[in-house]
Each structure stands twice: as C-alpha cells, then as structure tokens.
C-alpha cells in the first residue's frame, strides 16, 4: 500500500490498539512559534498520532516551518472567519476520515503542552467526559504587563485546583474531544436545537467573537460534562502591551456576554449570568470604594477609618494567598496591591464590552 498523500488522513488504529489523537492547529503568521508548538505535541508522553496545521491567510513562513517541524500543513480557501472558519474548513474535511472513538486535540499556535497533557486528557475522556481543556501559565515577556497575566493565570490555576478542574469554558488555548461529540455537534446545529453558526453544521461558531465559550455551552446544552484538569498544563503567550491586552480582553468579555444573550436564560447559563451579575458588581464596588476615597482625601484628608482598613486588609489576603504559585518572592510583592492597576484597567474593559454589545457597535478582533 502506497503512502498516505497530504489530502488523505493516516486513519486507522493506533499501533497499541488505541485510539487515534489527531492534533489540529490554525495557525495565522505564526512562523516564530509553531515550530516549537510541534515539537511539544511530538514529545507527549502519549505520542500525538497526526498534526495538521491549518494556515489561515498568512503571510509569512508558517507553512514552511510546520512542515519542516514535522505537520501536515493544509491552508484555508477564501476563509474570512479567522480561526473559527480555519478550523471549520479543516474539521468539515477531517472528521468524516475518522472513526467515532478517535480524539481531536484543538490548540493555539501560540500554546506550548507539557508532556502530559494528552495522557491526562484521554483518562479524562476515558471516564466520560464530552471535552477536557487545558490550564494555562503565561509565557515570559511583555513587561510590567505580561507579569501582570503571569500572575493573572496563576490565580487562574490555583481556582481550577480548588475546584477539581470544574471550569466555566474550555479555552482555545487547547481542548480535547471525541470524534463522536464534535458530529453530535454539527448534528444538533443542523437540526436547530443548537445555534446554527455558520449555516453548515461547522462546529465552530463563526458569528460570535468567543466561538471556544460558545462550543462550552454547545456541549453542556447537549449533556456533556466539562472539565480542565489541573493536570493538563500548559504555557501560552501573554499580550506584550497595553493595547493588544485591552483588544484581546474587550474581545473575550464582550463575546462572553453575547453567548449569554444568544443562548438566553437556561439550565446551563444561569451560572453564567450570575457571573456577569458578580462582575457588575464588583465594578461598582471598586467605583463607591474610589469615590468614598476621592471626598474623604478632598475633604478631610487622610484618616484611618476601621472599616475601609478591614476591607483593604481583605483584599490584601486574597492576593498574596491566590498567588502562591508563583512562590513567596511574589506572593510579598502582591501584598503591595500594585495589582490594582490590572484590576481597574479589566473593569474599564468591562464597562465598554457592557456598552458595545448593548450599543451593538460593530464587533472587531
């Protein structure tokens, strides 16, 4: 038998007998990264059967590179949907070429696994779980603020471990799922018992700013259960300024809101909705603290009020002990609550995704 071209999956059983995990990577003028974004799917514990890097209107060497590093590159055709539609046109062509107990690992090309994501994940799916995603860290640079989200992620680990790896979204950092689940999928969008998306039964949702968000829902609205294990580890890019944090975040709140919207009040989102509830909140919380702060430094100066002191205390345990995994060095840096700036800098990115979707502004990423 003939080798397997570059239009014909290697399908078929694992040599151990079994199943297949086939990686797939969209990929967008990513040439600096995606080498090393192979070789960490290639150095799994539990080898990755396939990589497929789906090259999405890009510019430079990406093609290049991933092949070189070992994928199989195949590029979007007249794709204007960004990832969601990359990944659409590859899984429209992948999933019928693969066998129901086969497992898709969907990822970011900017997120490095450590070794044992894969093995992880699959004894999570063994034991029947619909999609397992994956806990993230902030990879180096970026400055004052990319040592903000180290710490920002690291708050982020520590819940998922407190929690037992219960999440409220697999992010698109990466994700596992059957074969099975992502048909089921495609299935429920044709016959409307899930939003439509693009029309065609892709599995991504191409008219929302959040498509990985709304795939959780997706699944939970089907019965699956999710889960992000706090095994699953792995690094991903932080944003290396202000401006590409403010984008990306506005991006990730508004689309947050607007799957809330578009699947209404449900079974699933109410645990949502309260969290949006819990945001709005917390935003005005931080504007009565600043404004009581404002008059009293106008008025009367400085004075140490018991109950203001109690209340900052609060929030200077909460800092140092949620970033304990960062290690002691930085735990004594965050009683400082120099955090403060991310916290406020987060909320003002909240009010303006409130506003967009109410306002409907048009929707950029």
């Known amino acids: 038998m003939s080798a397997p071209t570059l239009a014909e999956p290697r399908t078929g059983r694992h040599r151990s007998g079994s199943v297949r995990v086939v990686a797939v990577i969209p990929a967008h003028d990513e ?24 090259t999405d209107n890009c510019t430079d060497s990406t093609a290049a590179v991933a092949s070189i590093a070992g994928a199989r590159v195949r590029p979007s055709t007249n794709n204007t949907h960004k990832k969601a539609g990359a990944l659409n046109q590859l899984l429209a062509w992948l999933l019928p070429r693969l066998d129901e107990d086969d497992v898709i690992l969907v990822q970011d090309a900017d997120s490095t696994l450590d070794p044992q994501f894969v093995s992880t994940a699959l004894h999570h799916l063994d034991h029947g779980y619909g999609g ?50 992502l048909r089921e999928v495609s299935a429920a969008r044709l016959a409307e018992r899930l939003p ?17 968000n709304e795939l959780t829902f997706a699944l939970l ?16 890019e932080v944003m290396t300024s202000w401006s590409a944090l403010w984008t990306q975040r506005l991006r990730w709140k508004r689309g947050a809101v607007e799957n809330c919207v578009q699947y209404g009040l449900t079974r699933v989102t109410w645990r949502y909705w309260g969290r949006q509830l819990m945001t709005i909140a917390g935003v005005l919380v931080s504007g009565i603290y600043l404004t009581a702060l404002a008059i009293a430094l106008f008025h009367d100066g400085l004075h140490l009020n018991p109950w203001w002191l109690g209340i900052s205390a609060i929030f200077v345990v909460e800092r140092v002990v949620t970033v304990r995994y960062r290690g ?28 967009d979707a109410l306002l409907r502004t048009r929707k950029n990423w």
């Open 31 to 54: 040439e600096a990264q995606i080498a090393h974004t192979v070789a960490a799917l290639r150095g799994q514990d539990r080898s990755v059967d396939e990589v497929f890097v789906v």
């Open 132 to 181: 397992v995603g994956g806990v993230f860290r902030g990879g180096p640079g970026g400055g004052f603020v990319g040592h903000l989200q180290r710490n920002e992620y690291a708050r982020y680990a520590r819940d998922v471990h407190r929690l037992r790896g219960k999440c409220l979204v697999l992010t698109g950092t990466a994700a596992m799922f059957r074969v099975r689940t």
């Open 196 to 212: 439509a998306g693009d029309g065609r039964g892709g599995i991504y949702d191409t008219t929302v700013l959040t498509e990985d």
């Open 221 to 236: 609205h089907l019965g699956h259960r999710v889960i992000s294990p706090s095994a699953c580890t792995l690094e991903t």
């Open 328 to 355: 002691w060095r930085r735990m004594l840096l965050a009683a400082s609550m120099y955090e403060l700036v991310l916290d406020y800098f987060l909320q003002a990115c909240h009010l303006k995704a409130y506003a």
